[in-house]
């Protein structure tokens, strides 16, 4: 069974600072791996996605991830954080052996971005 | 990016009564949606997979006479909150995957409020 967890459920950075969430998956298939945010009572919008390309991936917003098999983690970071940035982040996994489907999600991630 | 509407955004009902929610992918064919439900400060819950001119696929726990989903045409999936109670008060969200890329994409979500 696929599934990922979320280290710590509140991130606070400065505006300017690096940020760093975390999320490790398992899966008993090569997965397939997203990051996704949510605004207050909003759905939630794609930043990236691992599909078994490249490990490096880029989203939108100037975040990124990095698939690494050995650590079994997908953490997102982006160089300098960005008022608005302060959000939920939610990173999920396929539980398919493509890269739609079924989405399983984190616990998720608040990210508050202080002036 | 494609586009997946939810209506209403907002609905509050009384106990006992019923509440559809519709989802639709205005610019492109969806043959799968899906439906997840999220609790305040939670994660998303997967309820049921939708596919079209069939039945629906719930998840183990999802009741499946209380949330009747139904998914009659390519661009329209619906879900129907029956004889609902103050606990089925929640986000609701869809999703959506192209029939093409099989790329997902989310609605707004609906709150459900029942008094």
């Known amino acids: 069974a696929q599934s990922v967890t979320q280290l710590g459920s509140h991130v606070s950075v400065s505006e300017g600072a690096l940020v760093l969430l975390r999320c490790n998956y398992s899966s008993s298939v090569p997965p397939y791996l997203f990051w996704y945010v949510q605004y207050p009572n909003q759905g939630l919008q794609l930043l990236l996605k691992?599909?078994?390309?490249?490990?490096l991936v880029k989203g939108i917003n100037g975040f990124e991830a990095e698939f690494k098999k050995s650590e079994t983690s997908f953490h997102l970071t982006k160089p300098s954080a960005h008022m608005s940035d302060a959000a939920e982040y939610f990173c999920?996994?396929?539980?398919?052996?493509?890269?739609?489907?079924?989405?399983?999600f984190g616990q998720g991630t608040t990210l508050q971005v202080k002036p | 990016g494609a586009v997946v509407s939810q209506h209403p955004s907002w609905v509050i009902c009384k106990s006992g009564t019923s509440v559809k929610i519709e989802c639709r992918s205005l610019?492109?064919?969806?043959?799968?949606m899906f439906w997840y439900r999220q609790f305040p400060k939670q994660s998303l819950m997967l309820m049921a997979t939708?596919?079209?001119?069939?039945?629906?696929?719930?998840e183990q726990g999802v009741e499946k006479d209380k949330f009747l989903i139904n998914h009659a045409s390519l661009t329209l999936s619906t879900l129907t909150v029956t004889s609902a109670h103050p606990e089925d008060s929640s986000f609701y969200i869809c999703s959506a995957a192209t029939s093409g890329t099989g790329e997902l994409f989310f609605g707004e979500g609906s709150r459900l409020t029942v008094l």
């Open positions: 610019d492109f064919q969806a043959t799968t």
């Open positions: 939708s596919n079209e001119g069939s039945k629906a696929t719930y």
């Open positions: 999920a996994v396929t539980v398919t052996s493509s890269n739609t489907g079924k989405l399983i």
């Open positions: 691992y599909t078994s390309a490249a490990t």
